[in-house]
């Protein structure tokens, strides 16, 4: 009997998990994710790094009082405009307990569950501990605590290969995210719907 050979699609998605819209566009495109590997096709992720603000800190200072310091008193505004808007995707977005954190040690997690073949639960843990549970994600024992969770044993991924990879992103001329492409076709900037993902993924598998 001739064997199919099961179609592979390959995905990569730049995003930093203190992104709002990165956290969006990840929990549509693994829906759409799932519904394409229920229809038995395989779907690879490739999760790069992005640091929106490297200059954070460790320190967890209430997220909405940097934004406004950053940006103007019009944020909470838009940030209750994000909150509202979030709840159609069934996420939580509760910026009055978010803290502000450098994300270098949560993007070098996120390397060590890719290397266990964890890295999308891995990711989906860390938006919500940062948007959802207000959970300092810059600290290494939060990280550890919501690493054992996922089942990652340890943070051991080398610091100087995540550096690289955020150097590789921005020489790549990638200045926001998210960033989703699908094997070789263009990258979708932003956060689209459910079905814009679930149709890219259908035409990757295709191979057109």
């Known amino acids: 009997m ?3 050979e099961t179609k592979s699609v390959k995905v990569e998605i730049v995003l930093d998990v203190i992104c709002a819209a990165s956290y969006i566009a990840f929990v549509r495109l693994r829906r759409a994710i799932e519904r394409t590997r229920a229809d038995g096709a395989r779907v690879e992720v490739a999760v790069k790094p ?3 603000a490297p200059d954070a800190g460790f320190d967890g200072k209430p997220l909405l009082d940097v934004l406004t310091a950053k940006f103007g008193e019009h944020v909470v505004a838009e940030t209750r ?3 509202a808007d979030a709840v159609r995707d069934g ?8 803290v502000a954190a450098d994300t270098f040690e949560a993007h070098r997690l996120i390397a060590s569950a890719a290397a266990r073949g964890l890295a999308e639960p891995m990711v989906e843990r860390l ?3 940062h948007f959802t549970d207000g959970l300092n994600i810059a600290d290494l024992g939060t990280l550890e605590r919501l690493a054992a969770e996922i089942g990652v044993d340890r943070n051991d991924a080398a610091a100087d290969g995540v550096r690289a990879e955020l150097v590789g992103v921005h020489e790549r001329g990638i200045r926001s995210v998210p960033r989703i492409s699908f094997g070789e076709g263009p990258a979708m900037v932003g ?3 459910e079905k814009t993902y679930l149709q890219a993924l259908r035409t990757a598998g ?3």
């Open 2 to 4: 001739e064997r199919t």
């Open 50 to 52: 992005f640091r929106l």
């Open 81 to 83: 405009q994000a909150t």
């Open 91 to 98: 996420v939580i977005l509760a910026y009055e307990r978010a």
């Open 127 to 129: 938006f919500r501990a």
């Open 191 to 193: 956060a689209r719907p």
């Open 206 to 208: 295709a191979g057109g």
